[in-house]
């Protein structure tokens, strides 16, 4: 089947990322265009977006769940940068303070 694909969809690249699907040997995309390979049969599926020149609709509606996860990764950086900055405030609070009541102690 990979020749025919070859043959027939020169323009379609191997791609890893989209829908996995049991059974399917590999997959093609091009443009809106994925191919699926099942060795017996190819599926075509046309997507709403090019992931190459619109990334965040196509995300959004063609890809739900890569969606969903790129949310959530997003939502888990953006906590762990505010809980650093958070401890390098706090630390640089501390380090006033201890510096400000050292001054105080050393002067009557």
């Not at 977006?49 to 890809?63: A, F, G, I, K, M």
Request: proline residues 4%.
């Amino acid at each position: 089947m990979k020749n025919e694909i070859s043959s027939l969809y020169s323009y379609f690249k191997p791609t890893i990322l989209g829908e996995i699907i049991q059974g399917m040997l590999e997959q093609y995309r091009y443009l809106i265009y994925t191919t699926y390979d099942f060795g017996y049969a190819i599926r075509i599926h046309k997507d709403n977006w090019n992931p190459e020149t619109h990334l965040l609709q196509h995300l959004r509606e063609d890809s739900p769940y890569w969606w969903f996860i790129a949310q959530f990764v997003a939502a888990r950086l953006l906590v762990i940068g505010v809980v650093i900055l958070t401890k390098k405030s706090l630390s640089e609070i501390k380090k006033r303070e201890s510096k400000h009541n050292l001054s105080k102690s050393q002067h009557p």
